[in-house]
């Protein structure tokens, strides 16, 4: 039988991109490699619908989306980007971002590297707010603050030199008011989920047992309304989490169904889809359940604003999304993107609209294209844009974030820069509507 512990953490990461094709599996060529820029492509035709929340629709686009030059974020010398998350913070005037970037020297001394800038007026932005946090080896989450700046979750792989994962509700200095989660003890940082009242859910994944397991908890009021077990897996839990006003949801892999990890079943690899309804006055429940090919390489979930959530999940090259009623009703899907995905995948919503961005893998030139899709609430998806990166791996990960009036999408990679050289750094990139 399985022994259990499991709790919290958050990523936040956010990716951007212009140019290119779609229909599953399908390819047509990408121009713009890295360096270049101006390129113009995707999102034309037919305009836009209003925005989920019931404010102004979102820029129309029917003029077509201009593609910026790269920025590179700037890391401090010997470091190398492995994992990168942005937000928008409160009151949508910036985007912050944070790195999981380690050094050779000592060997794999690792850092949350934060950043922060006006990514929507003048390009390429100006950096600012650039922190450097110890990182525990569990990974890292973000998520727009509780009243300012931005969330942070910082994970832990159970080295004794730390007492466990550290969480901040708003980031805005060098020296945020850490909480120590010192009760989750080799926990590594899955999610951060921010609520309507501003207080954050907390994902993580016990990783010091004969099992993975999933803990869901907060901690910045009561009652905490801890979950343990909600995913089950021999190895390589992913998982995101959306909090709404009816209740906290969670998408997540395992490798068991929700009743069975809750009842201690030895669990097979995390092949299986969950999205859990977190209650905490009835407890867990399953919302939707899916059988994935294989293992599933990463997850996500955003709230659609309409009573819904999209949900997508990736396994063996194939990205498939659904949206999910939250009774647990199957609104659209499951419907595959396409079969050529690989690496991470990361969704936004632009008014009405999701934006699903993920790294595609049929470029003979083994650099990954940046790739980001269109999909309207019924499910009918086209080509938002994308661009050849020249220079970012395959297993390069993706983050994806929209302006609040939808003018703008910001997409963000890791990437050599083609003149500095050197290791992969954070790589940001964005379209802008035309009228």
Request: glycine share 14%.
């Amino acid at each position: 039988m399985r022994s259990s512990l499991s709790q919290l953490v958050s990523v936040v990461l956010v990716a951007c991109s212009g140019l290119a094709m779609f229909a599953c599996g399908a390819r047509t060529p990408l121009d713009d490699p890295d360096g270049g820029g101006g390129k113009t492509g995707g999102e034309g035709g037919a305009g836009e619908g209003g925005s989920a929340d019931g404010g102004a629709p979102p820029a129309t686009c029917n003029g077509g989306v201009t593609l910026t030059e790269p920025a590179f974020v700037p890391l401090s010398p010997g470091l190398t980007g492995a994992v990168m998350q942005m937000t928008n913070v409160v009151g949508g005037g910036s985007v912050c971002g944070a790195v999981e970037a380690y050094s050779a020297i000592p060997e794999r001394t690792g850092q949350a590297a934060t950043f922060c800038a006006d990514a929507w007026s003048v390009w390429p932005p100006a950096f600012d707010d650039a922190f450097a946090f110890s990182l525990a080896g569990g990974g890292l989450a973000l998520a727009e603050g509780r009243d300012a700046g931005y969330a942070l979750l910082l994970g832990h792989n159970g080295t004794p030199a730390v007492a466990g994962p550290m969480f901040a509700a708003d980031v805005i200095s060098a020296a945020p008011s850490w909480v120590t989660l010192d009760n989750l003890w080799a926990h590594r940082a899955a999610f951060v989920a921010r609520r309507p009242d501003g207080v954050h859910d907390l994902g993580l994944v016990y990783v010091a047992g004969a099992y993975e397991t999933l803990v869901v908890t907060q901690v910045e009021a009561g009652p905490q309304g801890t979950f343990g077990d909600i995913a089950c897996a021999t190895f390589g839990i992913v998982a995101r989490g959306v909090s709404l006003a009816t209740g906290r949801l969670i998408a997540t892999s395992s490798g068991a169904s929700l009743e069975e990890c809750l009842d201690g079943v030895d669990p097979g690899q995390s092949t299986r889809v969950l999205l859990v309804n977190a209650d905490s006055s009835t407890g867990p429940s399953t919302l939707f359940e899916f059988d994935a090919p294989d293992r599933v390489d990463d997850i996500d979930l955003v709230n659609a604003g309409d009573g819904s959530v999209w949900l997508a999940w990736q396994s063996i090259g194939s990205l498939s999304i659904a949206r999910i009623g939250v009774t647990g009703t199957v609104l659209v899907g499951p419907m595959q993107i396409t079969d050529v995905s690989v690496g991470s995948l990361a969704l936004a919503m632009r008014g009405n609209d999701l934006l699903v961005a993920h790294i595609d893998a049929s470029d003979p030139d083994l650099a990954a294209d940046v790739v980001v899709t269109k999909v309207d609430a019924l499910g009918a998806s086209t080509s938002f844009g994308g661009f050849d990166t020249s220079s970012a791996t395959w297993s390069s990960d993706v983050s994806i974030v929209s302006s609040p009036d939808g003018a703008h999408v910001l997409v963000g990679y890791l990437g050599v820069d083609p003149v500095a050289g050197g290791s992969p750094k954070p790589v940001l990139r964005r379209f802008d509507c035309h009228e």
